[in-house]
């Protein structure tokens, strides 16, 4: 196993406040595409510093150090804009609640997968909102977007 991956926070510039955290490699810390909707106002509003905590780890590390932090910075109160608790990612096998919820609630697998892709920030609010004006079920508004 290499040890390439990172844990990082995003923090606001505005106030100091941490409202991010996650794991990655690479560039992944300072990539602002793929980022939830949430992610993309708060970063609008009060600007990005990032850092990184811990480098030089083991994925499964990095997962659970990420996982930590989360829930340090939740019981903390931090303005989280993390969409779960950790551990999970474009190389995690997990899903998170939010898109078992929505496999829940459609009866199509197509529009379950373009709601999901919306939720973990591979499309934008724009993307999302013109494929749901070409037939998505109304319920994917209500679903989705309580919970960014």
């Known amino acids: 196993m290499d040890s390439i991956y990172y844990v ?10 941490i409202f991010y955290i996650g794991k990655g490699k690479g560039q992944r810390a300072y990539c602002k595409h793929g980022r939830n ?5 708060t970063v609008r509003k009060h600007g990005l510093r990032v850092e990184i905590v811990v480098d030089e780890l083991h994925e499964e590390l990095a997962f659970e150090v ?10 903390e ?10 551990g999970e ?15 829940r609630i459609f009866h199509n697998a197509m529009e379950a997968a ?13 993307r999302y909102i013109q ?10 508004y209500g679903l989705t977007f309580q919970y960014l």
């Open 8 to 17: 990082y926070k995003h923090i606001r510039k505005s106030d100091g406040k």
């Open 114 to 126: 373009m709601a999901v892709k919306f939720i973990r920030g591979e499309w934008g609010c724009e």
């Open 89 to 103: 990612g474009a190389s995690g096998t997990g899903r998170c609640i939010y898109c078992q919820e929505l496999g």
């Open 131 to 140: 494929v749901a004006a070409q037939g998505l079920r109304k319920q994917a």
């Open 37 to 41: 909707c949430h992610w993309q106002r």
């Open 77 to 86: 109160g931090c303005p989280l804009t993390n969409m779960t608790d950790g």
């Open 66 to 75: 990420e996982r930590f932090l989360i829930a340090q910075c939740k019981q």
